[in-house]
C-alpha cells in the first residue's frame, strides 16, 4: 500500500479497529493505496458502495467486531483488506444507523462469547451471522437516531477546540523538539524481580495486564524500568495510541522496547495528551516505516516537534482540563450506550424489529 497514487484504495482493518469513526466518509477519509493494480483486478466485483459495513475480525483485546459503516463512496473503488467481513445490506437502512448500532454495547456484548483466541482474539462470519440486530421499523426513526449520534460527535470535538482555544489563544507558546522536552530511554539496572509489561499490556491508556518477571526469565526486550512521571510511547503500529502515563508509586514495573520512554521535563499530563493528537499521531505516521505493521525509532520520534505554552502552570492546566475532558467523553459515551439500550429494549419495543445478522447481508 501507499498514499501517492493508484486506482484502488483499501480500508484497512488496523484504521477500523483504532482510526476510524462509526461511520467514515471516504471522500474525505484519507486511505491508501492499492499499489499492486493487478491484485485489484481480480477483487473489482467487491468494490465497496454506500452502507456497506467493515467490519475488523481480529484484534489484541475484545475490540473485535468493532465496525465502519461506508459513506461517500460515490466516484471512488474501495476494497476492504485482511482481516475483515465487509458486510451488505439486503435492504435499506438509514444512513450511519448500523455503523453506530453494531459499534453499540447493546449490541457487540453478544460477540464476547463468540470470541476465539488468547493474546490475539478473532470472530468468524458465520459467527456473526448466529447474532441478532434489533431495530426501529422505520427508516425515517432510523435516519434520526444516526444524524443524532453524528451530530453528538461533531459536538463534542467542537466543543473540545472551542474550550482550549477560548482559555489559551492568547497563552505564549512555542515549538520545541520532544528530546529538548524530556529524556529518551534513559538508562536503569533492572532490579531482580518486576512486573513486565509487554505491547499487547496496554490498551488505549489503560495498563490491562502485567505479569511477574526476573532478569533471567524476562525476554531481551524488557529493558524500559519505569518511574513516577514517565511517558511510555507505542512506537509499533502507533496508530492505536495505546501509550500510557506511569502514575505508580513503586518502580518495579519494565516495559517492553516496543514503547519509547520518555522522562518528561514538562508536564507529563501535558505532554501525553500531545501525543494522543491527531496531528501528533500523523507526523509519527508520516515517518513510520512498514504498511501492514508501521514503525519509528526512538530517535525519529525524538526529533519530531512539539508545540507548547511556555509557562508550565499553562501546560498543568490544560493537560489537566483535556484529560477531564476526556473522562466526560467516556461517562457520557456510557450514558448514551445506557439510553440506546433502553431505547431497543424498553419502551419504543412495539416499533422494533429482531432480525438474526445472516437476514442482513
Known amino acids: ?48 458502495q454506500d452502507g456497506d459495513i467493515i467490519i475488523a475480525d481480529t484484534a489484541e483485546d475484545d475490540t473485535v467486531g468493532k465496525c465502519t459503516e461506508i459513506q461517500g463512496s460515490k466516484g471512488l473503488k474501495l476494497l ?57 421499523k422505520s427508516i425515517d426513526e432510523q435516519i434520526k437516531i444516526g444524524e443524532y449520534f453524528s451530530n453528538l460527535d461533531n459536538l463534542i470535538t467542537l466543543h473540545q477546540c472551542k474550550c482550549i482555544f477560548e482559555n489559551y489563544y492568547f497563552v505564549s507558546w512555542e515549538q520545541r523538539k520532544l528530546y529538548e522536552v524530556a529524556d529518551f530511554n534513559p538508562k536503569s539496572e533492572l532490579p531482580d524481580t518486576f512486573e513486565y509489561v509487554d505491547l499487547e499490556s ?87 516505516t512498514g504498511t501492514s505493521y508501521p514503525a519509528i525509532n526512538s530517535n525519529d520520534l525524538s526529533n519530531l516537534e512539539i508545540v507548547l505554552p511556555v509557562l508550565e502552570d499553562e501546560q498543568k492546566k490544560i493537560g489537566s482540563f483535556i484529560t477531564n475532558i476526556d473522562n466526560l467523553i467516556t461517562l457520557h459515551q456510557r450514558l448514551i450506550s445506557d439510553l440506546v439500550i433502553i431505547h431497543f429494549h ?14 442482513f447481508s
Do not use: W
Not at 470472530?123 to 441478532?132: L, V
Not at 491508556?205 to 529493558?223: C, G, K, L, N
Not at 513503586?250 to 519509547?260: C, K, L, Q, R
Not at 424498553?346 to 437476514?359: A, H, M, N, Q, W
Open 346 to 359: 424498553g419502551c419504543f419495543l412495539s416499533r422494533v424489529i429482531v432480525l438474526p445478522l445472516k437476514d
Open 1 to 48: 500500500m501507499n498514499y501517492e497514487s493508484g486506482t484502488v484504495k483499501n480500508v484497512h482493518y488496523g484504521d477500523v479497529l483504532i482510526k476510524f469513526g462509526d461511520y467514515i466518509d471516504a471522500s474525505k477519509t484519507k486511505l491508501p493505496y492499492i499499489s499492486d493494480n493487478a491484485t485489484t483486478d481480480k477483487f473489482r466485483n467487491s468494490f465497496l
Open 202 to 288: 496496554v490498551i488505549g491508556t489503560e495498563m490491562i495486564s502485567h505479569r511477574t518477571e526476573t532478569r533471567d526469565t524476562a525476554p531481551s526486550r524488557a529493558q524500559r524500568l519505569a518511574q513516577t512521571g514517565d511517558v511510555f510511547f507505542q512506537t509499533v503500529r502507533p496508530y492505536q495510541r495505546n501509550n500510557y502515563l506511569f502514575a505508580k508509586s513503586d518502580n518495579n514495573y519494565v516495559f517492553s522496547t516496543g514503547y519509547a520512554q520518555m522522562r518528561p521535563k514538562i508536564d507529563a499530563e501535558f505532554l501525553m495528551c500531545f501525543l494522543q493528537t491527531d496531528s501528533f499521531v500523523k507526523a509519527v505516521l508520516d515517518n513510520c
Open 80 to 136: 476492504s483488506g485482511l482481516h475483515t467481513i465487509a458486510c451488505r445490506p439486503k435492504e435499506k437502512y438509514g444512513p450511519m444507523f448500523l455503523g453506530y448500532y453494531i459499534n453499540s454495547p447493546a449490541y457487540h456484548s453478544q460477540l464476547k462469547p463468540l470470541m476465539q483466541g488468547i493474546k490475539v482474539t478473532s470472530i468468524s462470519k458465520s459467527a456473526f451471522q448466529d447474532t441478532d440486530m434489533i431495530l426501529p
